[in-house]
């Protein structure tokens, strides 16, 4: 791919240690933990009842401090929005107001911005919804034995359950509402790619704004695996094991780790071509200076798909996090040496941190390190977007964030312990999936 023309001047984030921007980078520095028990989360999903004793079902990342009434407008939009849709609706519209763009909502034909001239494209996933949503329809088809009945559901479901149950929860309604709030007739679409999602949904945004479809593009994604559906029905990654504190379970390439945290968290760019934004003098935070994808299958099977006989142990291709890595350099016209950070995807499964290990120390083995997963646990589609914003931020202050490691951790990924001075200008984010897929995208200081 050719070096892009493309500049972050939004960024939005909503996070377990932070809304905000500002907010979620100290976090980051301050070595702040959003990871607890789930009896803390407060979005009235299942919790733990008080004598259940933890397991790694039963921890996570919650946002406790989200009120999405504070961000959604009109409020009536809440009605058909599901948590993810609120997150990202949120970050989205935190990363609207720091572009400098509130003045000029909602676009019209006629502003300096018009509507057509605004696109959203967002990475996501299935929403899954509450259970507490099917509860009522569910009782109403049980037998007098207390047996439920299958074949009751559908009529039980059309009295029982809203009408507007599926309108808040189809994964392209994030980049719809945010479309819709400020009148964007740009493109819209949304990529359901696991969790590579949200980097392919920035890599779409810049071929719009370079096509010439677009002047201006909002990329976001949302994501969960803590959704109490979710947890029944997927069993893709690993358990993690419950750490004493709670605070360091999350251990992405931590040699002790035996799983996966789940977290939620959405995250938001605005993108511009460089002369746009600087034609409405536009604050520039960083630079999208290249990326590239990479596809070498991994072999592997998803961990619901195993049985005992099973024996494939693959996931994850480091193969081709090297491609990626190794293209979206060469594309950027740098060497490794120039790179003050890569934030990496290591999220704690043993066998998808071991191929990024592999691939980290092949091709970046001298570069300082960030894992987000480590404060947030395994936020979905939004992890890649989230790592980003991390990466963005980290150049905007001149400092690599350390990355919460328990204190028994021996492992060869150079994390930083403490906040350090950052002399480089350059930061590669990594987003790879356990069956193959890898994307890297390389930012620059303004």
């Known amino acids: 791919m050719p070096q892009s023309n ?4 939004g960024l939005g984030v909503v996070s377990s240690i932070g809304i905000g921007a500002a907010a979620f980078f100290d976090g980051l520095r301050e070595k702040r933990s959003g990871i607890t028990s789930l009896a803390n989360r407060t979005d009235g999903c299942a919790v733990p009842s008080a004598s259940q004793s933890l397991t790694g079902h039963w921890i996570g990342g919650p946002i406790i401090d989200f009120e999405p ?5 009109p409020r009536k939009a809440l009605k058909v929005m599901c948590r993810e849709i609120q997150t990202a609706f949120a970050a989205s519209h935190l990363a609207i107001e720091q572009s400098g763009l509130i003045d000029m909502l909602p676009l019209s034909d006629s502003g300096a911005l018009r509507s057509e001239d605004v696109g959203t494209v967002f990475g996501s996933e299935m929403f899954y919804g509450s259970p507490l949503e099917m509860e009522d329809a569910i009782r109403s088809s049980m037998t007098q034995d207390g047996e439920f009945d299958a074949s009751l559901f559908g009529q039980a479901a059309m009295k029982k359950v809203t009408p507007l149950w599926m309108l808040k929860h189809l994964p392209n309604m994030p980049a719809c509402h945010v479309g819709i709030s400020i009148n964007a007739h740009g493109p819209n679409n949304t990529l359901v790619l696991g969790d590579v999602s949200a980097m392919a949904a920035v890599i779409e945004s810049i071929s719009c704004l370079e096509r010439g479809t677009a002047k201006m593009m909002i990329a976001g994604a949302s994501g969960t695996r803590i959704n109490s559906t979710r947890m029944n029905y997927r069993a893709d990654l690993p358990l993690a094991s419950v750490a004493d504190p709670i605070e360091f379970s999350s251990r992405p390439h931590d040699p002790e780790s035996q799983g996966v945290v789940g977290g939620e968290a959405a995250g938001a760019l605005v993108l511009e071509l460089d002369e746009d934004a600087g034609k409405r003098e536009a604050t520039i935070l960083a630079r999208v200076v290249s990326y590239a994808s990479c596809f070498i299958p991994s072999g592997g099977m998803r961990m619901s798909q195993r049985t005992s006989e099973s024996k494939s142990e693959s996931r994850g291709s480091a193969e081709a996090m090297k491609r990626a890595m190794t293209a979206a350099l060469a594309d950027a016209g740098i060497e490794p040496q120039q790179l003050g950070l890569v934030v990496a995807h ?20 001298e570069v300082p390190v960030l894992a987000t997963i480590a404060a947030l646990g395994h936020c979905g589609a939004a992890s890649g977007m989230v790592d980003l914003v991390a990466g963005s931020l980290a150049l905007i202050n001149h400092q690599v964030p350390p990355t919460i490691q328990s204190k028994s951790a021996k492992t060869t990924v150079r994390f930083r312990d403490e906040p350090s001075a950052m002399s480089m200008d350059h930061v590669l984010c990594l987003s790879h999936t356990s069956e193959g897929n890898a994307v890297a995208i390389v930012l620059a200081s303004p």
């Open 6 to 9: 493309v500049v972050i001047t």
């Open 346 to 365: 290591g999220m704690g499964d043993p066998i998808i941190d071991l191929a990024e290990r592999e691939a980290l120390s092949d091709i970046v083995p």
């Open 69 to 73: 009434k504070r961000y959604v407008r």
